[in-house]
């Protein structure tokens, strides 16, 4: 029922910025919580931030202050900005909701973010 599709992904160099968006299909009074994460090659997916419903954010701890999660005003699109990107920030980027109703997760397709150095 629910569908997020990411963009704003690229090939970027070390130090740039990407601003990421998601847009999720159904209304915001549906969905509790929505995130980002993210996965690098050979490696688990891993959380870099939510957003509630009522705009209360968390960013999980690895995360070194680069990144910031935000709402994208009246529609229901959630925003991931980066900053001074590194080489390790490479990997595939997620965007998820919890979906009240169903009591149920929602991936996006991901979009590669890739940094060279």
């Known amino acids: 029922q629910v569908s997020l599709v990411e963009s704003g992904g690229g090939l970027v160099q070390a130090g740039g910025s990407l601003r990421l968006s998601c847009a999720a299909s159904v209304s915001m009074f549906s969905i509790s919580t929505m995130g980002w994460y993210r996965q690098a090659p050979g490696k688990q997916r891993e959380l870099i931030a939510t957003?509630?419903?009522?705009?209360?954010?968390n960013y999980a701890a690895p995360v070194d202050g680069r990144f910031t999660i935000s709402r994208g005003g009246a529609k229901n699109t959630v925003y991931l900005q980066i900053n001074s990107l590194k080489p390790e920030d490479t990997a595939v980027y997620y965007c998820?909701?919890?979906?009240?109703?169903?009591?149920?997760?929602?991936w996006g397709q991901g979009t590669q973010v890739t940094v060279s150095s």
């Open positions: 957003i509630t419903r009522g705009g209360s954010t």
């Open positions: 998820y909701a919890y979906e009240v109703a169903t009591q149920s997760h929602h």
